[in-house]
């Protein structure tokens, strides 16, 4: 960590953390109130079938307000369909990163297999701007990413929800309200340990 601390300070770039999360139509578990001896049911329809992918970044510049991106794909359980993001899905979003940041990025991720692919590693080769760390294996508590999720889950614990479409629609809504939250997104870091003085 301490090589992409001196990578983007030669660099004047952006430490971007990536990770990758998943909801499905099942709301995870979350405490709750309720009439002493009356157990609180959330009722389910048990309706259709899908899942939401997430893809964030969590962007942490030199003496500038860190920043939060992400973009979501639906998967509806058809048969062929991909069911998670593709290396294309992956660079797109980092692109976009780059054209939003204005700079060049670090950034870091784990060794999922997607982002160590041949294809992968020629979408990392023709872009001068960037340059990736990996994560050491089975490190999620080195990626602020993964607090957003914790938080996210938190957010919608207990919640029913009537397909994927209202899924989705609420997963952005939450994620957005992140979005504006500086000093959350400073606190995942923190919670990390990792120091991000970049001088």
């Not at 157990?39 to 939401?52: A, D, H, N, Q």
């Not at 919608?156 to 997963?171: C, E, K, S």
Request: with cysteine; aromatic share 8%.
């Amino acid at each position: 960590m301490a090589g992409g601390k001196t990578v983007a300070a030669q660099r004047g770039a952006w430490l971007v953390f990536e990770d990758e999360a998943g909801q499905t139509l099942r709301p995870p578990k979350a405490r709750t109130r309720g009439r002493r001896g009356h157990t609180p049911v959330i009722p389910l329809s048990g309706k259709g079938s899908g899942r939401v992918s997430i893809a964030g970044l969590t962007c942490y510049p030199p003496g500038r307000r860190s920043r939060f991106m992400y973009r979501t794909t639906v998967h509806r359980g058809r048969r062929g369909e991909r069911r998670s993001f593709s290396e294309h899905d992956y660079i797109s979003l980092i692109d976009a990163a780059h054209q939003q940041l204005g700079g060049p990025i670090v950034l870091i991720w784990d060794n999922l297999n997607t982002h160590v692919s041949a294809v992968k590693r020629q979408l990392i080769a023709a872009r001068a701007w960037l340059h990736v760390i990996r994560l050491p294996a089975y490190a999620p508590a080195l990626n602020p990413t993964e607090a957003v999720w914790s938080h996210l889950k938190r957010s919608i614990g207990n919640l029913a929800v009537h397909g994927v479409d209202h899924l989705q629609a609420i997963v952005k809504n939450r994620l957005k309200r992140i979005q504006y939250r500086t000093d959350l997104l400073d606190g995942f870091m923190t919670y990390t340990g990792l120091d991000l003085d970049f001088t």
